[in-house]
C-alpha cells in the first residue's frame, strides 16, 4: 500500500495525517505535496502525523529523505519565501530513536523535530 496523507490547514497550522506502508520514494512524493500546500496556504507550521506509517526505513533512506526535505524546504523559502517548522509525530521503528534523518536535515537548515505524540508535538 503506497502512502497516502490527509491535510487540513487552519491558523497558521497545517495538519498532515499520513498512512501505508514506508518508501523512500512515496516519502518524498507526499513531502513534495505537504511543501505545496504549505504554499498555498503559507503555512508557518506543519505537523505531520505519521503513526499509522509503518515499516522499517534504512539509515540510508533516513539520510536520503532528511538531505531531500532540507533541500526542497530551502526551495521553498527562496521561491515562495515562506519558512515553515516541522513537526514529525511517528512510532518507532519508522521513527528513529537516535534522530538521524531529524539530524541530517537540521544541520542542511531545516527546521525540524520528531515527537512520540501530538500533544508533544503541538507545544
Not at 523559502?77 to 509525530?89: D, I, L, M, T
Not at 512510532?91 to 527546521?111: K, L, Q, S, T, W
Request: net charge negative.
Amino acid at each position: 500500500m503506497s502512502l497516502q496523507q490527509e491535510m487540513h490547514f487552519e491558523s497558521g497550522l497545517l495538519r498532515v495525517e499520513a498512512r501505508g506502508e514506508f518508501s523512500l520514494d512515496e516519502a518524498k512524493r507526499g513531502f513534495i505535496e505537504v511543501l505545496e500546500a504549505v504554499a498555498r496556504y503559507e503555512a508557518e507550521k506543519v505537523l505531520i502525523d505519521g503513526r499509522k506509517v509503518t515499516g522499517k526505513p534504512e539509515v540510508i533512506e533516513r539520510f536520503y529523505y532528511g538531505v531531500f526535505a532540507a533541500e526542497e524546504t530551502s526551495r521553498l523559502g527562496k521561491e515562495h519565501r515562506v519558512f515553515p517548522r516541522f513537526a514529525y509525530v511517528l512510532h518507532e521503528p519508522v521513527r528513529d530513536p537516535g534522530g538521524f534523518g531529524e539530524y541530517v536535515a537540521a544541520n542542511r537548515g531545516m527546521i525540524i523535530k520528531t515527537f512520540e505524540n501530538p500533544e508533544e508535538a503541538i507545544e
